[in-house]
């Protein structure tokens, strides 16, 4: 545990932090002669403040050069997604080891917790999260009476409920955002209180994991990172946001997911990972980055200086096929057993069991390519069908077109292989269209996969048979993490990243 005193001193010499401005100039060093040497014999030889001369060294040796060159306690970063956000931080000396927030749904732990957000009928914030999903549900929980009529619990509908709110594109300080039910709300007032929701979690849990009540706003540098497709107008949009929340300028940095992926595979073997992308980083001069998100897939071209740090991005290009594209593939198949209208009858009638078969087939998008898919449907679903079949699910499975493929057993729907990867069909075929339609794809030999759905291994079993022969594909360790740990790495080392960056970083 961190002392308060320990606290005090490091606020007292937080001016007094210039590290790296007055260290090594390299992280890396490499002997012209390629021989190796030993760090003793390079500080006798006085060469160590030579730029030209450079050494290898292991990424323990590296840590000793790269310092961080934030002047707060620790730097902070959050990742808005727009079905899953989330948050993660490291302290400056440790900067390199990037502690993830945790979120519990009562059945597993996540990394990322779903983008869903509950306000009060007086517009004040409730919850965030799975708790906003939760409190929710038994809200808007139903009831019957005698006459068979639904009835709602007290005032349900005054309550605001947004999820899956979280896409820029084209938002402004004027745009406004519809909850479920169809209420409008300012979108800066919604950003802000979700920065802030963040900002109060990062804060609590590094109160909670490092020290006893002592780190305050001011000692953490934070970072927001926004999609590189949607430019200047979502980097104003995100600092007014962030300036309601009440994060100072002087303490905020936003960054594109982009940079901060290649940030992340330049860095990552310091945290006990494989150095492999690292290495294909400084090897290759350019590398594709293919960004599978909730909404959407970015595909963007990185070139590199010979150091392997990022010199330039070029434009990336968008399609909106990402997970949800696949949620919504799923949708369209229960409704070709259910009938047209059943699923958004059963999120009506049933939220909390609605949400329930989302995570469920949350977690089913990352399962074996080559095996029968198992799918809990909530008893619920049954009985929502059974208002249109007498015999519930089994009945509606006989009368559709997978009767004789698909099969229902102890509530669980057992879907083959083939069946399963149709879902992905429409993604992987709009994902390799942007990879070979790129316009800045000559002279890339390298794919780094990063985002949620880089997790699926339908989806990365189906590119590598398509690219294998053009490009080498690498998915690095938590993909699905990149983003959020390379902007907590850019807010410690932002010599990462190139002066001539077009168009990416904003501080």
Known sequence: MISEREIQTWRQKKDEIEIGKRREEKDTLIVENKSMISER?????GILKEKSVKVQMSSTDELQYIKSKSTRYAVAAMDLGTAFSGCAYSQNKKWHIVNVHHWSTGCFISNKVSTAMLLNPDQT???FGYDAEQIYSSLVEIDMNDDGKIITKDNSNDYYFFQRFTVLQNLDSKSYIEDITGKKMKAITIFSMLINYFKNELIETMNR???????????????????ANCGERAKHFIRKAAKTAEIKANQLSIVFEEEAVASYCQHMHLDNYDATIDKLLKKEKKCMVVDLGADSVKVAVLEFAADGTLKKLYPPTRENCGGISVDEEFEKFMENIGGEGIMKSFAKDHIEDFLMMQREFETKK????????????PESFHKTLKKRYNGGMEAALHLSPYRDIVSFFSF????????FKTFFNKTIQNVSNLITQNPQKGGVKSIIMVGGLAGSEIIRDSLRERFSDTYVIVTPPE????VLKGAVYLGHIPSSKSSQVQCLTYT
């Open 412 to 419: 669980k729907l057992i879907l083959p292989p083939e069946v």
């Open 125 to 127: 914030f409730r919850a």
């Open 41 to 45: 014999e390079i500080r006798s030889q």
């Open 209 to 227: 994991s490092i020290a006893i009540g002592t780190i305050s706003e001011s000692d953490v540098f934070f970072v927001l990172t926004v999609p």
């Open 366 to 377: 990352r399962e074996s390519s080559n095996k029968a898919i198992k799918i809990r449907i």
């Open 479 to 482: 993909a699905e993490l990149a």
